[in-house]
């Protein structure tokens, strides 16, 4: 089982991307769901988060009030609204999928990952 994180692409400062994280074999409303990204040259780390079953949510200071993690039951669907972009956004953006209930950036916690979706903020 894998998800696939989609959405990425080559934007200017100060743009906007939107980000989906998607399932075919897994029913992403019952997880946690975590975007991680990875910068060239450093660790990955967690941005946001939205737990299980409900709309709580959380964000790394880096990415706090620019970035919106939002799902869709319906279409099976957990995306990452990217707004007020900068160069140091740039990156390849990770989702991932956790049973626990509540929001951890431990990539320890989580079983199912995507493959990865690159975002470049440049002008």
């Known amino acids: 089982v894998q998800l696939q994180a989609s959405g990425g692409g080559l934007v200017q400062p100060g743009g906007s991307l939107r980000l989906s994280c998607t399932a075919s074999e897994l029913t992403l409303r019952s997880y946690t769901i975590v975007w991680f990204r990875q910068a060239p040259g450093k660790e990955r780390e967690g941005i946001s988060c939205i737990r299980r079953t409900s709309t709580g949510t959380n964000y790394a200071d880096s990415v706090k009030a620019r970035f919106t993690i939002s799902r869709d039951g319906a279409k099976n669907t957990v995306y990452l609204q990217l707004n007020s972009l900068k160069p140091e956004d740039t990156a390849v953006y990770y989702c991932?999928?956790?049973?626990?209930?509540?929001?951890?950036?431990?990539?320890?916690?989580?079983?199912?990952w995507g493959q990865g979706t690159q975002v470049t903020v440049s002008s």
């Open positions: 991932a999928a956790a049973a626990r209930g509540i929001c951890t950036w431990y990539e320890s916690d989580f079983r199912y």
